[in-house]
């Protein structure tokens, strides 16, 4: 086998709580991570040239972002570089990225893309390492690249490294709506430091009503210590999720440091009234309707 197409997807945080911070700086976390059905969809190809690793990307579903390129700063190009620097015999890989998730929209498209240029480079080297390395490699390319490894419904804890997957598939209907402008994640941990949010949700109760697709229930205990800051940031997440709750959304929400809001709905049509609405509003650069999904990287590899 010397090529694989890999699918990297989304996140959303069904909840991020910052519990401490370490004495290197890093913030302690407890976050419910979902997978969406939104995803980069990564080609990855064995070459002939030792040690060479080379990408491109093409724009599918989302805005291009200038900032990004292709070189040596692109989180797939460190994440091949790191796996073929710890194979005993190293080969040239050339990647192809189809960018349809937003950039640092807090749906950790960047991360995802690591991982899945960890999982299939090591598919090609015949599974050479183990999950548990492969997610130790992951850690030292980013606090979500682990949960990004194998995804799903997960209880992310520590600084992302410390994984606990939940058996349950969440039947809810998701709207993503990203306005056009960012928030840089560190800017969004500086600003809620410095303004503690004294308002706490329920991690165990948001998990326990997923298990029981209990949506009104994880609204009332689902909380993000990032969200004041990603509002503060970025005013328009309030009249998104306006838009969103006075199209029946059960409870609408920032992801991670956000922008992206995501709304959950009971009913698709609601869904279609808001992304409607949404879309009349005009705050907003992507609107994307997606489910939970619970994904199996390798029976979807290609
Ligand atoms: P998270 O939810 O994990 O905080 P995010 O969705 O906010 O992540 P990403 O899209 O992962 O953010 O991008 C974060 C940064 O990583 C951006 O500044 C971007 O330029 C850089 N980056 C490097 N490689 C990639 C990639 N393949 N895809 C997206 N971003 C990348």
Same mark, same amino acid.
């Given at each position: 086998?010397?090529?694989?197409?890999?699918?990297?997807?989304?996140?959303?945080?069904?909840?991020?709580?910052?519990?401490?911070?370490?004495?290197?700086?890093?913030?302690?976390?407890?976050?419910?991570?979902?997978?969406?059905?939104?995803?980069?969809?990564?080609?990855?190809?064995?070459?002939?040239?030792?040690?060479?690793?080379?990408?491109?990307?093409?724009?599918?579903?989302?805005?291009?972002?200038?900032?990004?390129?292709?070189?040596?700063?692109?989180?797939?190009?460190?994440?091949?570089?790191?796996?073929?620097?710890?194979?005993?015999?190293?080969?040239?890989?050339?990647?192809?990225?189809?960018?349809?998730? %937003?950039?640092?929209?807090?749906?950790?498209?960047?991360?995802?893309?690591?991982?899945?240029?960890?999982?299939?480079?090591?598919?090609?080297?015949?599974?050479?390492?183990?999950?548990?390395?492969?997610?130790?490699?992951?850690?030292?390319?980013?606090?979500?690249?682990?949960?990004?490894? &194998?995804?799903?419904?997960?209880?992310?804890?520590?600084?992302?490294?410390?994984?606990?997957?939940?058996?349950?598939?969440?039947?809810?209907?998701?709207?993503?709506?990203? %306005?056009?402008?960012?928030?840089?994640?560190?800017?969004?941990?500086?600003?809620?430091?410095?303004?503690?949010?004294?308002?706490?949700?329920?991690?165990?109760?948001?998990?326990?009503?997923?298990?029981?697709?209990?949506?009104?229930?994880?609204?009332?205990?689902?909380?993000?210590?990032?969200?004041?800051?990603?509002?503060?940031?970025?005013?328009?997440?309030?009249?998104?999720?306006?838009?969103?709750?006075?199209?029946?959304?059960?409870?609408?929400?920032?992801?991670?440091?956000? %922008?992206?809001?995501?709304?959950?709905?009971?009913?698709? &049509?609601?869904?279609?009234?808001?992304?409607?609405?949404?879309?009349?509003?005009?705050?907003?650069?992507?609107?994307?309707?997606?489910?939970?999904?619970? %994904?199996?990287?390798?029976?979807?590899?290609?």
């Amino acid at each position: 086998m010397n090529q694989v197409i890999e699918k990297a997807y989304a996140k959303i945080n069904v909840g991020l709580h910052i519990t401490g911070r370490r004495d290197d700086g890093y913030h302690l976390l407890s976050m419910v991570m979902q997978t969406v059905s939104l995803y980069d969809r990564i080609g990855i190809y064995r070459t002939n040239e030792d040690d060479e690793i080379s990408m491109d990307m093409d724009y599918g579903g989302s805005h291009p972002e200038e900032d990004m390129t292709c070189g040596d700063d692109n989180l797939c190009v460190k994440a091949a570089r790191l796996i073929c620097s710890r194979l005993p015999e190293s080969h040239g890989y050339y990647i192809h990225l189809v960018k349809n998730i %937003p950039v640092a929209a807090g749906m950790a498209g960047g991360s995802s893309d690591a991982a899945a240029v960890l999982r299939g480079i090591n598919a090609l080297e015949g599974d050479y390492f183990s999950k548990n390395e492969l997610c130790d490699m992951a850690l030292t390319l980013g606090a979500d690249v682990p949960y990004c490894i &194998d995804g799903g419904l997960c209880l992310c804890e520590g600084i992302g490294e410390k994984l606990t997957p939940v058996n349950a598939d969440w039947n809810a209907h998701i709207l993503l709506a990203k %306005p056009p402008e960012g928030v840089s994640t560190p800017s969004a941990y500086k600003w809620s430091d410095e303004h503690p949010n004294p308002l706490h949700g329920d991690i165990s109760a948001v998990i326990d009503a997923i298990k029981k697709n209990d949506n009104e229930k994880i609204g009332k205990n689902i909380h993000n210590d990032l969200e004041n800051a990603a509002k503060h940031f970025v005013p328009e997440i309030s009249r998104i999720e306006d838009v969103m709750d006075e199209n029946n959304a059960v409870f609408s929400r920032v992801t991670g440091s956000g %922008p992206t809001v995501f709304g959950i709905f009971d009913s698709e &049509d609601d869904r279609s009234r808001a992304a409607a609405a949404l879309r009349k509003s005009e705050l907003c650069a992507d609107i994307f309707s997606v489910e939970a999904v619970r %994904p199996d990287y390798t029976a979807e590899r290609e």
